[in-house]
């Protein structure tokens, strides 16, 4: 079943992540352990695609502390969750944001959280639009390779490769009334995104 991660406005866990598997019980912990996040970051390869739709609209998009953005590659700290290690069902928070201005407009998305409770993957984000907060708004919709794992050590690492993130509807509709087009579509591909997340085991 395909799922759809905008960066406009990475990095949704799908309910039945067949693709998270955790092996490494080095610890002795129980299968419904959780890992309790507290460092790592989300980077997302932005698609080609996304970065001349940006351009073709003149929007030029930037980070907002402490998220960096180096060439086509935007990461994001992590700072916060709680993953089970089986099914790796939770929420994996985030510090920084992206900010998209063209001339007086501009539109932030930040405190990024990617949520894996309900029917899918799903990254949600604080949106402002010209210093008006609008709310926590699903931004973009994530799909799991199926190679993805948990892995437990001494300190546990959630390790995420190859996952695609696609516009949400909600942000699309977002988009383009801030910045009066219809360039914005649901299910437009983003870029692809890796997630490295450190804690320990609960």
């Known amino acids: ?55 073709s609209l003149n929007i030029a998009p930037s980070t907002i502390f402490p998220a960096s953005l180096r060439g086509t590659r935007v990461s994001f700290p992590i700072t ?11 929420e994996i928070v985030h510090n920084g944001g992206l900010r998209l201005k063209r001339g007086n407009t501009e539109v932030k998305l930040k405190s990024f959280i990617i949520d894996t409770t309900g029917n899918g993957i799903v990254l949600t984000g604080l949106v402002s639009a010209n210093g008006t907060t609008v709310g926590r708004v699903p931004l973009f919709d994530l799909q799991l390779p199926s190679s993805s794992s948990a892995t437990s050590l001494r300190i546990d690492r959630v ?17 383009n009334g801030v910045f009066e087009t219809n360039a914005f579509v649901a299910g437009f591909g983003i870029g692809t995104a890796s997630v490295r997340g450190y804690g320990y085991g609960a």
Do not use: C, Y
């Not at 916060?80 to 939770?90: I, K």
């Open 1 to 55: 079943m395909k799922k759809l991660l905008v960066l406009v406005a990475v990095i949704a866990f799908s309910v039945g992540v067949t693709a998270a598997q955790e092996r490494g019980h080095a610890s002795g912990q129980t299968s419904t352990s959780q890992i309790e996040l507290v460092w790592g970051s989300t980077n997302v390869d932005l698609s080609p695609g996304f970065l001349s739709a940006l351009s």
């Open 159 to 175: 390790s995420l490769n190859g996952v695609s993130v696609r516009l949400r509807q909600e942000a699309a509709t977002a988009l």
């Open 80 to 90: 916060d969750g709680s993953l089970d290690r089986q099914t790796l069902r939770g």
